[in-house]
C-alpha cells in the first residue's frame, strides 16, 4: 500500500513502536543509518512486541542508497517545516512517507530538495517544537491508510 521510511533515527523505543504501526497497517519500514542503537537492542524488541516478524524491514547504508532504491516512486518528507498539513494530501499507493530522527528532524539539504507540495506536517501549536516521532508516523501513515478505506485491514 505504502512505506514508511525513518532517516537516522536515534531513541530504539520509537523505531520498536514504528515497526509494531507498520506491521499492523502492512507497510514495509526503511531504515535509514546510521542508527543510534542497535537494532538487537532490548528495548527495541520490547517496544515492537512480536510484530518483528510480521514487518518488513530494510536498512539502507546512507540516505542516497534509500533514493536510489526509491528511484521513481514519489516520497513525501514529513516535517514540521512542511508546506501543506498531511490531511491534505492525496496519498497514492506506492508513497513513501519520510519521517526525520527524533533529535533533528531532517537535514536541510534533504528537506529543500523536495518540491514544497512533497514537504508535508501536522499542525501543532506554534510555540512546540515537534511531536513524538513514533506518534506522527501514526497520524500520517493512518490518514494515508484512511483515504484508501483501510485497504487490507480487517
Not at 516521532?133 to 497520524?139: F, R
Not at 491508510?145 to 480487517?154: L, N
Request: hydrophobic share 40%; aromatic share 8%; charged share 20%.
Amino acid at each position: 500500500m505504502f512505506e514508511i521510511a525513518l532517516f537516522e533515527p536515534q531513541i530504539a523505543p520509537n523505531t520498536g513502536n514504528i515497526i509494531r504501526l507498520c506491521a499492523n497497517m502492512g507497510a514495509q519500514l526503511h531504515l535509514i543509518e546510521p542508527l543510534g542503537f542497535d537494532l538487537e537492542e532490548k528495548k527495541l524488541r520490547r517496544a515492537g512486541l512480536d510484530y518483528h516478524d510480521l514487518t518488513r524491514v530494510q536498512r539502507h547504508p546512507n540516505y542516497p542508497s534509500f533514493a536510489k532504491a526509491m528511484a521513481g516512486r514519489r516520497i513525501l518528507a514529513c516535517t514540521t517545516k512542511g508546506s501543506q498539513s498531511y490531511h491534505r494530501v492525496q496519498y497514492q499507493i506506492g508513497d513513501v512517507l519520510l519521517f526525520g530522527s527524533e533529535t533533528s528532524g531532517l537535514p536541510d539539504d534533504v528537506r529543500d530538495a523536495f518540491a514544497a507540495d512533497r514537504r508535508i506536517r501536522i499542525p501543532m501549536q506554534s510555540a512546540n517544537r515537534s511531536l513524538n516521532l513514533s506518534n506522527a508516523v501514526a497520524i500520517i501513515g493512518y490518514e494515508a491508510w484512511r483515504q484508501h478505506d483501510f485497504s487490507g485491514g480487517g
